[in-house]
């Protein structure tokens, strides 16, 4: 755990390492990313325990969640970088003649991340990539809910990067709420609105720039398939996505389903075979990450008028942190369950006369992280994009467009602001500074006083 009277220190040494000036040079930013893709490389079974520690998750997701994604994440940023580095040359008008522009990405300078527990691996580099890959010097500051992988990072980042201008920084809220009493360049945090909102009020003491990766409750409209077989792969796609990733505690995950009423019975028969082909064995799902978590999705199940609508599932192991992927059939509309974000194996499925009524049901809530809707509609996929609002839009699938580093990933509204991924975090972490040059060929005197009509015409 830090002690707080070190914060200070650690701050004011990331700075010295940042005025230095080292951390702006092409070599420093490939040196970092080669070694932290060594770090995962050389370290990957130390992080998969990590994360089993910490989540109970399986390997293969915690490879292809996090180390997988991290490793893919790097070396573009490393193939790339390059490219991402160079001025921008832009058109200056004739009236400017003779003049050049060029827009020259600079690093912000000391940079501040903090992490989320669920992906915690993952959200703790995908971000630290683009801040280095920006010329940066960073501190990252892991959840506390996920202590095995927030001392993997302590022990392991000083390691292979420059341990100077990249500090791992363990704690829980206080020391967050230290870190924030210092001057960054810019905050990065991802996690819930309310803590959101306490690091912004925070980082306007000295106008740091804040970007929000925030949840909230992303729906998957779900339209009649035309055959089994897509049927089957929808489905598929839609139980891997809640229940596959850290069992449904991800910002991504669906978190409700709404589908026509004739079409119910033939869904749920699939989704019941598919759930027992993927979670039968033991260790196919990760747990829940706390008590505090276990009771708080308890208590969404247990409310009186929530209850009757579990359809399947809700078995519960308060020992193991367990529950049981659960469906839950109409629950009432403005009961907790179906107001606030879930994040857990609970499924609510809301049923809808026509599969058009989900948009104004989209709308009708708060903007969400991500909106997803399988349908084979070009009608219906043209109303969605145009008509609602929300981070990202994925049809036919979900989750998988948070491993495209061509889109840039983040919220809108209460979900958040600020992209990353790919290209966007180099963006997320660089000033865009404007470098115009002008020659002395020509000089129009009707810019200068004394001032008369003619040159309000001009
Ligand atoms: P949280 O908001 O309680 O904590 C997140 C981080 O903030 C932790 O590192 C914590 O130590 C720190 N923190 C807590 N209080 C603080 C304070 N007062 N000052 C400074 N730092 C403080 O985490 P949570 O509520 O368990 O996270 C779940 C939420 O995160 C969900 O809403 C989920 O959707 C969201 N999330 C978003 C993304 C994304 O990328 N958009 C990813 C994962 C989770």
């Not at 200070?8 to 040196?31: F, I, N």
């Not at 009236?95 to 527990?117: D, H, M, R, S």
Request: proline share 5%; hydrophobic share 45%; charged share 25%.
């Amino acid at each position: 755990m830090a002690v707080v009277a070190e914060l200070g220190e650690t701050v004011s040494k990331l700075r010295q390492a940042y005025e230095s000036s080292r951390t702006r040079s092409l070599a420093w930013r490939q040196a970092q990313l080669r070694g932290l893709l060594r770090l995962l490389k050389e370290q990957q079974e130390t992080a998969f325990e990590a994360l089993h520690e910490d989540l109970g998750k399986h390997r293969a997701e915690a490879y292809r969640d996090e180390v997988g994604l991290l490793m893919k994440s790097a070396n573009e940023a490393l193939r790339q970088l390059g490219k991402w580095m160079t001025p921008e040359k832009v058109w200056v008008p004739l009236v400017a003649f003779p003049a050049t522009g060029q827009i020259v990405p600079e690093p912000l300078g000391v940079i501040l991340i903090f992490a989320c527990w669920n992906v915690p691996l993952g959200l703790s580099l995908e971000p630290l990539i683009g801040a280095i890959a920006a010329g940066n010097a960073v501190a990252l500051k892991p959840s506390e809910l996920s202590p095995c992988t927030a001392k993997f990072l302590a022990e392991n980042v000083g390691k292979y990067m420059d341990a100077a201008a990249v500090k791992v920084v363990q704690g829980g809220p206080e020391v967050g709420e230290q870190l924030m009493e210092h001057r960054w360049d810019k905050v990065l945090f991802t996690g819930s609105p309310r803590v959101g909102r306490a690091v912004m009020a925070a980082a306007s003491k000295h106008l740091t720039p804040v970007a929000l990766e925030l949840g909230g409750k992303c729906p998957c409209i779900f339209d009649m398939m035309s055959s089994a077989r897509e049927l089957q792969i929808a489905v598929n796609r839609i139980v891997g996505a809640k229940w596959s990733c850290c069992a449904g505690q991800a910002c991504l995950a669906i978190d409700y389903l709404l589908v026509e009423e004739r079409y119910l019975p033939v869904l749920l028969k699939v989704l019941k075979s598919t759930m027992k082909r993927f979670f039968s064995d033991a260790d196919a799902m990760a747990r829940i990450v706390s008590a505090r978590h276990f009771e708080r999705l308890r208590n969404l199940l247990k409310d009186r008028e929530v209850a009757p609508s579990i359809l399947h599932g809700g078995s519960m192991d308060a020992e193991n942190l367990y529950i049981e992927p659960t469906i839950l059939l109409n629950p009432p509309l403005d009961s907790a369950i179906m107001t606030e974000e879930i994040f857990g194996p609970l499924l609510p499925i809301i049923t809808l006369k026509k599969i058009e009524d989900s948009i104004a049901f989209v709308r009708a809530m708060p903007k969400p992280l991500a909106l997803y809707a399988f349908t084979g509609d070009a009608k219906l996929r043209r109303r969605i994009v145009e008509e609602t609002s929300s981070g990202s839009v994925t049809f036919n699938d979900a989750v998988v467009q948070y491993a495209i580093d061509a889109l840039p990933f983040g919220g809108v509204g209460q979900s958040g602001s600020g992209q990353y991924h790919g290209k966007y975090s180099f963006e997320m972490f660089s000033h865009k500074k404007a470098v115009m040059k002008r020659g002395y060929l020509i000089e129009l005197t009707l810019r200068y006083p004394p001032w008369n009509e003619r040159k309000i015409a001009l």
